[in-house]
């Protein structure tokens, strides 16, 4: 059978998904938009994290992108009509108008209505990153280029973070004249303390694996090569692990910054109760006992 010449062949999906493993694998298929997000995209990201929360057979998730970006910010142009998930600021991060003047799907209304960009931003970057927060798996970022904008906080906001040497993170808000959005603000003081976080957001300077590694930012660079290998091993690893506890320590750890010692220690006790109830739990202390290695099953 002769091939298909290129211009009659169907188009590559835009976002690849796959489950082996107990592993969710999220890949963004934009390379020549340098994986820049869009609109549907952004939607089908948020229910396979959902999914897999909900899915005992999932126990970790990768996300990573093809070619030369990771994630090069937003890119809505697919919005839907009504535009209620979209933002200035993405819209500027992608190269859209903010000017006032009719984006490409949405209609013609009136005069923009006060609060339309505070709601459009809770519906939109702030759901989207609070989805990779709120996933019961651990969520991995597998960085292979350029991670700009809500990229960059699409990685941050991963519980581990893996990148390519060649990777770059860019607050890309400020050469738009934008106050950072998707959890920026929240996500990076966290990560590398006040000054440092303003020093990126003030500047908007490209920070290379290596600077970001050095920040904190990043768990691990490595060779482009060596990218997809070191996910999938640290995924496995997750994927064998007590499941329900790391869910409940991801809890716990994302929650410390935002309390005080009393509360931060209570839930502490609370979520080993609930462990307790695991099968893994109960599995753990008795491989302990018995001196065997655990054979935890994710429940």
């Given at each position: 059978m002769p091939p298909v010449p290129p211009s009659t062949r169907p188009p590559a999906p835009d976002l690849l998904?796959?489950?082996?493993?107990?592993v969710s694998r999220i890949v963004l298929n934009r390379p020549e938009a340098m994986n820049a997000v869009t609109w549907d995209q952004r939607e089908r990201?948020?229910?396979?994290?959902?999914?897999?929360s909900a899915d005992p057979a999932v126990r970790a998730v990768v996300?990573?992108?093809t070619g030369r970006g990771f994630c090069a910010g937003a890119d809505l142009r697919g919005?839907?009509?009504t535009g209620s998930r979209t933002t200035a600021g993405e819209r500027a991060t992608a190269g859209e108008r903010t000017t006032g003047e009719p984006v490409a799907g949405e209609p013609v209304a009136g005069e923009p209505v006060a609060g339309d960009v505070s709601r459009t931003i809770r519906r939109g970057a702030q759901r989207f990153i609070g989805a990779v927060l709120d996933c019961e798996k651990p969520v991995i970022a597998a960085v292979n280029g350029?991670?700009?904008g809500i990229g960059a906080h699409l990685a941050f906001a991963c519980d581990l973070v893996l990148a390519a040497e060649q990777a770059r993170f860019i607050e890309v808000f400020v050469r738009r004249g934008l106050v950072p959005d998707g959890g920026g603000a929240y996500l990076l003081p966290r990560?590398?303390?006040?000054?440092?976080?303003?020093e990126l957001m003030f500047f908007g300077d490209a920070v290379s694996a290596a600077d970001a590694h050095g920040m904190g930012l990043v768990n691990r660079v490595v060779a482009a090569e060596e990218l997809d290998r070191t996910a999938r091993e640290w995924s496995q690893r997750l994927a064998q692990g007590p499941t329900r506890a790391l869910a409940l320590t991801k809890q716990l750890v994302n929650a410390s910054l935002d309390t005080d010692r009393a509360t931060a220690f209570a839930a502490e006790a609370v979520a080993q109760e609930l462990n307790m109830t695991?099968?893994?739990a109960r599995e753990g202390v008795a491989s302990f006992l018995e001196r065997?290695?655990?054979?935890?099953e994710g429940r």
């Amino acid at each position: 059978m002769p091939p298909v010449p290129p211009s009659t062949r169907p188009p590559a999906p835009d976002l690849l998904h796959s489950v082996e493993n107990g592993v969710s694998r999220i890949v963004l298929n934009r390379p020549e938009a340098m994986n820049a997000v869009t609109w549907d995209q952004r939607e089908r990201i948020v229910a396979l994290l959902d999914a897999a929360s909900a899915d005992p057979a999932v126990r970790a998730v990768v996300i990573t992108g093809t070619g030369r970006g990771f994630c090069a910010g937003a890119d809505l142009r697919g919005a839907p009509a009504t535009g209620s998930r979209t933002t200035a600021g993405e819209r500027a991060t992608a190269g859209e108008r903010t000017t006032g003047e009719p984006v490409a799907g949405e209609p013609v209304a009136g005069e923009p209505v006060a609060g339309d960009v505070s709601r459009t931003i809770r519906r939109g970057a702030q759901r989207f990153i609070g989805a990779v927060l709120d996933c019961e798996k651990p969520v991995i970022a597998a960085v292979n280029g350029t991670a700009a904008g809500i990229g960059a906080h699409l990685a941050f906001a991963c519980d581990l973070v893996l990148a390519a040497e060649q990777a770059r993170f860019i607050e890309v808000f400020v050469r738009r004249g934008l106050v950072p959005d998707g959890g920026g603000a929240y996500l990076l003081p966290r990560l590398i303390g006040p000054q440092r976080a303003k020093e990126l957001m003030f500047f908007g300077d490209a920070v290379s694996a290596a600077d970001a590694h050095g920040m904190g930012l990043v768990n691990r660079v490595v060779a482009a090569e060596e990218l997809d290998r070191t996910a999938r091993e640290w995924s496995q690893r997750l994927a064998q692990g007590p499941t329900r506890a790391l869910a409940l320590t991801k809890q716990l750890v994302n929650a410390s910054l935002d309390t005080d010692r009393a509360t931060a220690f209570a839930a502490e006790a609370v979520a080993q109760e609930l462990n307790m109830t695991t099968r893994d739990a109960r599995e753990g202390v008795a491989s302990f006992l018995e001196r065997r290695g655990a054979r935890y099953e994710g429940r």
